[in-house]
């Protein structure tokens, strides 16, 4: 049954959970009427902090968030949370099952909390989160935190798309490796170092700072990244985090950072978006087995596949100018 | 300067490791002859068999391919080894530099060894893996080892797309979630758990045979991917894995299953290659300041993304239709 969008925009608007839930679940789902949502969704954005916050498995990730959420609701602002899953890229089925309860926050009004699990194809999460905060956004969150796991480019590439990031490590993991392989000490504007009772705490910060200090010659307006040390299980040093993002969104939009970030963001997201439909585009050619027979002519070496490629191209911009055409007709 | 296509692949095809390298940077540097290298290869290509080596970092994935190296190379096969690194998808930079030497190869006239970095774009690797693999092939390698760190989705991809994948794990690694997360369990046609004569080999070998066949009720005519124990750094094992690789190879050949995945292979290969032409359009069109205008337009709430990146495939699609037309003219 097709949704009523405007009277679901309206009850989210009004904060009602289940509005939210089903709005998220027609944008991640790529219903029919995802279109008809975000034309709705479009002039009720841009409310929303998103701070993108990410991390090896085991770093306490669930713990931070929880308790960053709990320094956001004494504030008094609204927070929503966007738990990214990992899947494996060839069987499309979420593989953790232990995703964050955030057990005391679930009963709280101020708290959207939701979580997320790649979709089968190609480029699925990176399409799909951004709808999802919009969602959280034009429902009135103040802050939204998008939660993923830094084990690939993908996750890592979600978190990077926020206001601010952060980037969570833990002692005595040999982080530090990890961390780097997939590229996620590059994308923090605040590091937090958690589980910072442990032993080896201090030598992570050094190592950290080492790491990050590296090779880079910061002009004097430059911001550099704070290194936060918590242990989130009791609380220690959110309240620490929580005022190095209030720094941070300060400084950006002091210097006008914040608008050129979110253009940017906008920019890829359309990109994403475009490079999806395109995608799409092929994948009924390839039904229409225009793939197929190129892919024989490669295997058997009488076309090679740049030349294949021109020829799927053309076929996709032809595909599409037959359609504007008909728009037009 | 520009090379002199011809005779570069004349030379390779006489087994000039030179001229093997300069065409493998051709390709890899997306160079103005990309194009006519790959159409002077295809009709070359198709002799080599492509094997995929994947698995975490410290699973021995260097003395691994040593020792297979060995193995083929005492059976008279030539053979071309290309390691991919991963890196940064932030910095564009190789982060590992402690890159497999191969030092008893190294001066082998018959292996050709190569080690690729990631390029700085999105997709590079999965774009340029394939191509140098064809270079290998059109110069008269018999086997192709394409060895990957399985840490990122576009590694474990670059290794799934071979003829047959082979999975390393090591014991008492915690391996299994690892690779479970990484997606690599699924894409094996034959395990193999190194370092074998250490403890908790076999705990590996059954965890990954639970792993394995969790709720999958094979035909009987499917191919069941077998289990290898080896110490590579002592050639323990490594005729073993020889021969499952060669029983994969039989398996699917009896069944035409070679010649699908073949096809399946080239059919990306194109897919990916054209996805990539079709995301540089784009990036011409920001260059024009198209995609900066409807990113604006976004942020200030006056047009929704999806509506934005119709925009932008019209865009794409008229450029395209537009160059057809002045080719016609």
């Not at 669930?62 to 069987?91: C, E, K, N």
């Not at 087995?289 to 002519?297: C, G, I, Y």
Request: charged share 25%.
């Amino acid at each position: 049954m097709a949704a009523d969008v405007p009277t679901l925009v309206e009850q989210a608007r009004e904060g009602r959970p289940r509005a939210v839930a089903r709005l998220i679940s027609l944008v991640e789902g790529a219903s029919p009427q995802l279109r008809e949502v975000m034309a709705a969704l479009a002039p009720l954005c841009g409310n929303a902090y998103v701070v993108g916050l990410t991390g090896s498995p085991g770093v306490g990730k669930s713990t931070s968030t929880s308790a960053l959420v709990g320094a956001y609701r004494r504030a008094g602002r609204r927070v929503g949370i966007l738990a990214v899953d990992p899947s494996s890229p060839f069987s499309g089925g979420a593989l953790l099952g232990d995703r964050v309860r955030m057990g005391e926050h679930a009963s709280d009004p101020g708290v959207y909390i939701r979580s997320m699990a790649t979709r089968g194809h190609l480029g699925g999460l990176a399409w799909a989160a951004p709808q999802a905060v919009r969602v959280l956004d034009a429902a009135g969150c103040d802050i939204v935190l998008v939660e993923t796991v830094g084990v690939g480019q993908s996750e890592v590439e979600i978190a990077a798309q926020a206001d601010t990031s952060v980037v969570l490590l833990a002692p005595g993991m040999g982080d530090g490796i990890q961390a780097a392989k997939a590229g996620i000490l590059e994308i923090g504007d605040v590091y937090v170092v958690n589980k910072a009772d442990r032993e080896g705490a201090d030598a992570t910060v050094r190592e950290l700072n080492h790491m990050l200090g590296l090779g880079e010659a910061r002009s004097p307006g430059d911001w550099r990244p704070p290194i936060v040390k918590t242990v989130a299980a009791r609380g220690e040093g959110v309240d620490e985090v929580v005022e190095a993002l209030e720094k941070h969104r300060a400084w950006m939009e002091e210097r006008g950072v914040l608008a050129e970030r979110r253009s940017r963001r906008a920019a890829h997201e359309i990109e994403t978006i475009a490079v999806t439909a395109l995608r799409e585009r092929m994948g009924e050619l390839r039904g229409g087995q225009r793939l197929d027979a190129l892919a024989e002519r490669v295997v058997g070496g009488s076309l090679d596949p740049y030349a294949a490629a021109d020829e799927l191209v053309a076929g996709v911009a032809g595909a599409a100018a037959g359609q504007a055409r008909g728009v037009q007709d």
